[in-house]
């Protein structure tokens, strides 16, 4: 940390485990830098909740209220000022992305949301675990860390801030045979015209370069995402069941990771979003 | 099919595709033979949802009402008896057998089951086909079929018959790069007790070789399903959201199509109903 | 072993780490039972050569020599009356199958073998080796273990045994992402007629059912043996350069390892060769 | 073609299918264009060895003496002077390299050179081809184009110029279940001194920025090229048969094919030879 403080750097990003990550950032901050923190330490506002979800008392409670989650098509204008940026996790950017709009408009009802994930490999880390082997991954699909992941409290979070209100949601991660990629069905009963999906979402990403808006009736596929910011988006109306799907894929390590903290930094600079990332 | 006749067999296995099954199913039942059908052709006992769902007119409607839907745990007697048992999809079978002993018993709201299911893409068949090519399924995940694939017809048919009322259902099939599996994910809101829900599959289940019940808590593997005939189901109760979860892994050519078959042959033929099949 | 012994047993098989089998077959043997050891303890005749490609002092030599290499095609005979039976490595059955009946009939210029084999992900066990995850196997190609696998020790003895003569050879063995499978390519200069391969190859193999000649100018393909105990050969010439081609594809756990262990208990014990195994 | 003449270009890049380039190529030449093709029309100097390896007469034989064969590291000179570069196939890429600065230097015997190679799915083009399906591929290893693959011709061409004399090789294609990647084993008799070698490999690639030379002793691993302009190039000498392994990893969509024309292009058009492409 002195070194970083004494080389001039006014920003410090973090790819620290969880936990971890928390120590450094109280230092980086006291010696006056900015700090992009990719651990999941400082996503939540509530101490109580994390505490909930990762069974420990938050190392440094004072700075959840000022931490912003970093979600730059969403909080733009907080990462412009922030001193500290929480970088949000793979699965809650594939859900928050397409939901946020609808709930800020009310076009979906909140009770109702069904979200269901598949993530590559790679989400779970580079790490010698016998359940993450070849050929223990391969050739094999599988739900798991149910009912209740840790990426449910920073979705809720921010699902209630858009939605005005309270929101609990059923999300199922699933594990299946690729290197990168998440590909995410979430569904709701919708409460809106049809016509106002799709004006809320173009309106809140028009100018945002790496949301892709594929349209109504089409399907995201990851590869298309794989090595980039990019999210790709998709939605499809049910008549005979009322319910609004809501398709979207990313790179668990792009826009999911990486580059959106990438992104978050041009952001809190104040250069193109774009910078150093593919945008075509 | 005169040869098949001739030959003094007394059951026809027809495995062809969707619309050519139906010449062949007509012909020899009028030659006094019975059939099991893997095709589409006679899973519906309704003709005019079979135009709806597969665009044409049902070739041969007389035979819907006695057609047996070959779904050997739940329609075992039928099948004892019957003259022609239509094999079901193999979506169907992952979201069928853990839900019709809840709809029979009333424990999950009917207008709440949202289904998600992962298939490997030899579901697809093998067709010279840009989209199953291996540079296009590899590193890829999709969903595709929406908002209404056409198995929705059969699954909703068994569901509504199960709750006794009519059942619409959310399903959303996703293609994934395994060559064999099927993993689904059913989700619905909980309106009984929990204990209720292990009872009610516990109670239809417990001489049912090929049902696995993993327990409260389980989430099955495609890969330990692969290449036989068994289901693995697992289930979870989120109480945040009262939904429950249910959780099942088969062998889309397994217990999804080619043994589920010959587990009907047998209970036709009287035979054991394990009989060539692995069953340990 | 007491309780073996006491079980009435009167053979046992041995699945265990290398090192660690040896002192279970001295007991084993000491109480009377014939053993089928699939580690690679007993697979060399000559205790200065598991000394050095094993870097350790054999721990029960005296047993070296009346140790058969089980390869049943090859030495049916002598398993037939062994006390002890070591079960070859996956890469030398492949290499070896092909290779023995012509350089017993001296068609190939034994100083000119140049074996290279692709292992499925399988065939390094079940460890948690950072090497072994998904994301690390999955779209990777390498060669590894060069120069000298500890695998060349029990070739090199099986073909000099054929030749006549010392043997030494090139192989170069590399990982693919496949679960289960291995697929060698060797070649040699040919020294005799092409007609004299085939005829050696089917001299020796007639008999053989888990051997299966594609023949001249085929290419065999691994997911045609997976899971059983087959290995399916090819082989070409090339005119230009005047070498031979011997393409093979197994099971790394089946003809590789546990159905091969099979096939030599079945021998061993008298029984049908393909007694347990597929073999149609 | 009148387009691109009229555009004010210089430079044409040709991406089309074998026998459809010459026509263009022609053309696009005769109005003062300079040509980079990326298909196999113009890459043989001798007219009848293409008639051989192709089936049918050449297309524009009158071409064939001044097309220089685009392997910058190799023929920089010529290509920074060259009308039309014909640039080279996936795997002579990954063979030449690590063998023409031995064959140059007469370190290897050019009768003894066998090359086995690996290649990715994407080697094959995008068409709907039943054996490129994923289910036909995944899981599956195997041999092809045997004995004699159409890229030999332009490997024996470009290796006889090196060694001064003609050489022939056994060159042995596989395909393996990756979408991207080459890795190539060619070995050869050392008859020169094992230090020589890297000497020649490194007087060579010195100022190369995409070969790097991992060493002696190395296993290059293709995901650490993939999406790249690199190869990776180890070896190894194994005393006991003489041998030298020459080890290889490729993208054989990168420096096997694109991003390869693409350094050509920067050379012949005096940029800096990895203007546009990755070389960190």
Chains 1, 2, 3, 4 share one sequence.
Not at 167 to 184: D, M, Q, R, W
Request: proline content about 5%; overall charge negative.
């Amino acid at each position: 940390m002195e070194a970083v403080a004494a080389s001039g750097a006014t920003v410090a990003f973090l790819a620290l485990p969880h936990g971890a990550a928390a120590d450094y950032t109280v230092s980086l901050l006291d010696k006056g830098l900015r700090v992009i923190d990719l651990s999941a330490d400082f996503r939540l506002h509530d101490a109580s909740i994390y505490e909930e979800f990762y069974g420990a008392p938050h190392p440094a409670p004072h700075l959840l209220a000022e931490s912003v989650y970093g979600l730059p098509e969403i909080h733009r204008d907080a990462i412009r000022d922030a001193r500290l940026v929480a970088s949000p996790g793979c699965y809650p950017t594939s859900i928050l992305l397409p939901l946020i709009p609808l709930l800020r408009e009310g076009l979906v009802d909140p009770d109702t949301i069904v979200a269901n994930s598949m993530s590559g490999v790679s989400g779970a880390g580079r790490k010698a675990d016998l359940l993450l082997l070849f050929a223990e991954c391969n050739e094999s699909l599988r739900a798991y860390g149910l009912p209740r992941h840790r990426h449910l409290s920073e979705i809720e979070q921010e699902l209630s801030l858009a939605a005005g209100d309270q929101v609990v949601i059923t999300f199922v991660p699933h594990l299946v045979p690729v290197n990168n990629g998440i590909c995410t069905t979430t569904s709701a009963t919708l409460t809106g015209e049809l016509e106002a999906v799709e004006q809320a979402l173009r309106s809140i990403y028009e100018n945002s370069v790496f949301v892709r808006l594929l349209g109504r009736g089409t399907c995201p596929d990851s590869k298309n995402v794989t090595r980039s910011n990019f999210i790709d988006i998709g939605w499809h109306h049910d008549p005979r069941t009322g319910r609004l799907l809501l398709l979207s894929a990313e790179d668990n390590l792009g826009k999911g990771a990486a580059s959106q903290a990438v992104q978050s930094f041009n952001v809190l600079c104040g250069l193109d979003e774009s910078a150093g990332l593919v945008a075509v």
